[in-house]
């Protein structure tokens, strides 16, 4: 575990350079043990896939108070117990209109479509973090066999609830947006939510199936 500063107002804790789900644990036990400690001069508390970014107020407090505070807190990590994961079941159809990039990805990979969707639906996959845009989960680890690239230019348009692969990882667009992820899938679920606490219906750490339709 490292501490290091980050831009003006962050101090970033990295937990190495690999995205593993042993990293995972570590970073969302950091995150969680943060977010408990409460200290007045944090504005932020932002997990990523290998490390934990804190943003503080520097009107409240130095870099220098901050780095010192957020290191005592930092050694007693192994006290608390993060919460346990949600479990998600995600209905989808695949292929058709609703997962056009099918054909590129069985192609690519050698594999039917009905061997891509048993691959698919077979994993329980860990939310690693969320963002892109509010309550997107990048979900993994995805199977080595449907691995595939992104696309080489990305669409302007993606629908709400499309599922796509993209390297080691599947996700669902929770909006209509702009992206480069292969799509292969649909679901009707709602991802985020601005009227609800929580916004998202995924956090860090949350366990995903997908279920075909």
Known sequence: MTVKPYGEEGIRVSFGNEITLETHDQVRRCYFHLSRVKRPFI???????????????????????????????????GESDPPPP??????????????????????????????????????????FTVGFTPGFPYLGILDERIRVPRLETPRIRVPAGSVGLAQGQTGIYPCESPGGWQIIGRTETELFNPRREPFSLMAIGDKVRFVRL
């Open 43 to 77: 504005r932020d508390i932002i997990p990523s896939f290998t490390c934990v970014l804190v943003v503080f107020d520097d009107t409240l407090v130095s870099r220098r108070k901050a780095t010192a505070a957020l290191e005592e807190d930092l050694s007693r990590l």
């Open 86 to 127: 949600a479990f998600h079941e995600i209905p989808v159809r695949y292929g058709g209109e609703d997962g056009p990039d099918c054909p590129f990805v069985c192609r690519h990979t050698g594999l039917t479509l009905e061997e891509l969707i048993e691959i698919h639906t077979s994993v329980t996959y860990t939310v």
